[in-house]
């Protein structure tokens, strides 16, 4: 075999490298564009036929070199066919991604409403605030111990706030410095007390309830004081109620919430609703009573205030003292929730952070 059949002429590599260029372009040239995914690669994969039929390295670019091969009287022509050849590829490929280019353009406008391309958006679920979580797990604890769950108006008269809670007429909690009134009067409850004249109005006795609720008090916000805080009240009034029933639904209370470790104990204070009164306090759920930051060093955390529901209250609704006693108690949710998470501020409960509130999921 001779040179000359066993190598192509310049002329036969430029019709060679036109053919196979159009063999791969016949794809392009039949597209038809059916979504915007597809558009979009087909676009790069032109670009990329683009290089190596047009390129430095392409044959095409080589038949150039080969000029000196062709004998001189046809070099002019042979410079011809190459350039007519590139100009032809030149042509193909660029009115095939002008198509291209104006199908993408036209998609992304017209998805630009609804761009279905992009992820979905996963649903946010929320939860639970941590007072919300607080009181229920109290209001498990009461009802497993056979305790009806209350609840009242927040808004109330003077009697339901004050009087029938045995709160005299110049009682300092009756002043303007530390309730909130209405224009017409009306003072916004300064605690869940007032749940129990409710109840014992509508139910009688005996009865067993706690009320958890929203209270308000004319605080300045600091990292231990809201002016909207919440209570939990509880009252229990029978036949043979003392202050022994007290002491051990509270201790068993707070065993419930705590562990069965926990200690509790009282001591003697003063209420206008309850007599005697006591405060209660318990042993530190993180030390267990030797000392730490939670429990300022004395082992015991301060909770809440108790007694037995004062005589007065009980004629106020109607039941006889000498037929029947109770006990009464009370304890702030947000405190103890700040106590239970180690907050440094109680504020930050009503903040509304997510990033705070996202913690207690
Ligand atoms: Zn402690």
Not at 55 to 75: D, F
Not at 98 to 104: E, V
Not at 166 to 182: L, S
Not at 330 to 349: Q, S
Request: proline residues 5%.
């Amino acid at each position: 075999m001779s040179d000359s059949q066993n190598e192509l002429s310049p002329e036969h590599q430029v019709e060679a490298a036109r053919k196979a260029f159009e063999q791969e372009f016949e794809r392009f040239a039949r597209f038809t564009a059916g979504d915007l995914e597809a558009a979009v690669t087909e676009e790069r994969a032109l670009a990329d036929l683009r290089t190596r039929h047009l390129g430095k390295k392409s044959a095409l670019a080589a038949t150039k070199k080969l000029i000196g091969r062709v004998a001189p009287e046809g070099r002019a022509a042979f410079g011809q066919l190459v350039q007519s050849t590139e100009a032809a590829l030149v042509q193909s490929l660029d009115q095939a991604e002008q198509s291209l280019k104006d199908y993408i353009q036209n998609e992304r406008t017209a998805r630009e409403s609804i761009d279905v391309t992009l992820p979905g958006r996963r649903p946010r679920f929320g939860h639970r605030h941590p007072i919300t979580l607080l009181r229920e797990k109290l209001e498990d604890v009461f009802v497993a111990l056979g305790y009806a769950i209350e609840d009242d108006r927040e808004i109330e008269t003077d009697f339901y706030n004050f009087t029938a809670l045995n709160i005299p007429e110049n009682h300092p909690a009756r002043g303007w410095q530390d309730t909130f009134y209405t224009t017409d009067g009306f003072a916004l409850r300064s605690q869940t007390s007032t749940v129990q004249i409710h109840a014992m109005q509508r139910r009688g006795v005996p009865v067993r309830m706690i009320a958890p609720g929203r209270v308000f008090r004319r605080d300045t916000p600091d990292p231990t004081h809201n002016p909207m805080f919440f209570q939990v009240e509880g009252l229990c009034v029978d036949r043979g109620i003392t202050m022994a029933h007290l002491k051990g639904t509270v201790a068993e209370f707070l065993r419930r919430m705590f562990g069965p470790d926990t200690v509790t104990r009282f001591r003697p204070s003063y209420f206008p609703f309850t007599e005697p009164s006591a405060e209660f306090d318990f042993s530190c759920f993180k030390c267990k009573g030797s000392g730490c930051r939670i429990c300022k060093n004395s082992g015991w955390i301060e909770l809440g205030g108790s007694g037995m529901v004062h005589p007065n209250v009980l004629r106020t609704v109607g039941v006889d003292p000498q037929e029947y006693s109770g006990f009464a108690f009370g304890l702030g949710i947000d405190r103890m929730c700040a106590l239970m998470y180690e907050l440094d501020d109680i504020r930050l409960l009503f903040e509304n952070d997510v990033r705070f509130l996202g913690q207690f999921e």
